[in-house]
């Protein structure tokens, strides 16, 4: 059975810092796009980043330079760090695993974690 599980989520104070995890299990990274989308109140879930099937790696301009996307594929766990982090990057993270590249879509993923909240007070 294929399961994504996050962790590392939590409440930090604005220019806080937060990594997120997910461990895989039921498949291994190769071939798949692994990556995180982020879905605020009120919106829909929208693509962060991720690491391709090819190894490249994709920021949407609101978290690059702010966050990294990384992987240990020995420990099936990839991880978006999360740096210098505003009000506005409250809300739930998902990460998620498919068969395309960026720019992610939330339909183009095959499997998906259960999210984890991640609050920024100002």
């Known amino acids: 059975e294929v399961q994504l599980v996050e962790s590392g989520g939590g409440l930090v104070q604005a220019g806080g810092s937060l990594r997120l995890s997910c461990a895989a299990s039921?498949?291994?990274?190769?071939?798949?796009?692994i990556g995180w989308f982020r879905q605020a109140p009120g919106k829909g879930r929208e693509g962060v980043s991720c690491?391709?099937?090819?190894?490249?790696?994709y920021y949407a301009d609101s978290w690059k330079g702010r966050f990294i996307i990384s992987s240990d594929n020995a420990k099936r766990t990839f991880y978006l760090q999360m740096s210098n982090l505003k009000p506005e990057d409250t809300a739930v993270y998902y990460c998620?695993?498919?068969?395309?590249?960026?720019?992610?879509?939330?339909?183009?993923?095959?499997?998906w974690g259960q999210g984890t909240q991640v609050t920024v007070s100002s």
């Open positions: 998620a695993a498919g068969g395309d590249s960026w720019p992610l879509e939330p339909q183009q993923m095959w499997y």
């Open positions: 039921g498949f291994t990274f190769d071939g798949y796009t």
């Open positions: 690491i391709d099937y090819s190894g490249s790696i």
